[in-house]
């Protein structure tokens, strides 16, 4: 998956816990994405990043937050985890972030909250 | 607001026939759409692009159309194959720059 390792690929956690979903690339490409994907919703968009400590909001960020503290590395962190986080997560990457872009995806990563 | 539908029952086909799956989208002007395919258990795959100078765009057995006034774009597989059997999502450039994307269509080829 062009470079994009995410961890871990499944997590099974309690509602109220913190979790860290982590997203490594070696591609060097300046943006990267976090989506969700769920049943009748298709992806959606969650936070994003267009370089090192420079972060943005995306349609759905209510409930999680992000850090980028190197180029290959992208943390998406549930402070306080509820059901309706259950979800699987896909971080992307683009070189330009430019919409005629194509992005690229790691392979997901199911989340379970009980 | 901005929507993008993709029929959401799936398509079953018979091996050797064209596929079609289409992408309608509302309160959009987007100047490139995309498609993806996405297999069970992994991220989507980037498949094609198309700009809306573009009527039409080829690869292989793929073949893309965007029609701006009608507000869709109709992704062909010719000669389906079994190994053709995923689904595939259109994702439109949003106000804000960044992609957003449809439910997806999933296509069973059946031998």
């Known amino acids: 998956d062009a470079g994009i390792t995410q961890s871990p690929r499944h997590k099974v956690t309690e509602t109220g816990t913190p979790v860290t979903l982590r997203c490594h690339q070696t591609?060097?490409?300046?943006?990267m994405y976090w989506y969700r994907q769920d049943p009748g919703h298709g992806l959606r968009l969650i936070h994003y990043s267009y370089g090192v400590k420079d972060t943005d909001k995306g349609e759905v960020s209510d409930g999680y937050s992000v850090s980028r503290s190197k180029t290959e590395d992208f943390l998406l962190t549930l402070e306080s985890a509820t059901s309706s986080q259950t979800s699987v997560y896909f971080c992307?990457?683009?070189?330009?972030?430019?919409?005629?872009?194509?992005?690229?995806f790691g392979s997901g990563t199911q989340l379970s909250v009980l | 607001s901005q929507k993008i539908e993709q029929n959401s029952e799936a398509l079953n086909i018979q091996e050797g026939k064209t596929a079609t799956l289409t992408c309608n989208y509302t309160?959009?002007?987007?100047?490139?759409l995309q498609w993806y395919r996405q297999d069970p258990g992994r991220g989507p795959v980037f498949l094609l692009l198309?700009?809306?100078?573009?009527k039409e765009k080829r690869k292989e057995r793929l073949k893309v159309t965007f029609d701006t006034t009608l507000k869709q774009s109709l992704f062909h597989i010719t000669a389906s194959q079994p190994a053709d059997s995923a689904t595939y999502l259109c994702a439109l450039e949003s106000n804000t720059g960044k992609l957003i994307f449809g439910q997806g269509t999933t296509l069973q080829v059946k031998p």
């Open positions: 309160n959009y002007s987007p100047a490139y």
């Open positions: 992307a990457i683009s070189a330009s972030g430019l919409g005629d872009e194509k992005l690229f």
């Open positions: 591609e060097n490409h300046r943006y």
């Open positions: 198309i700009r809306e100078n573009e």
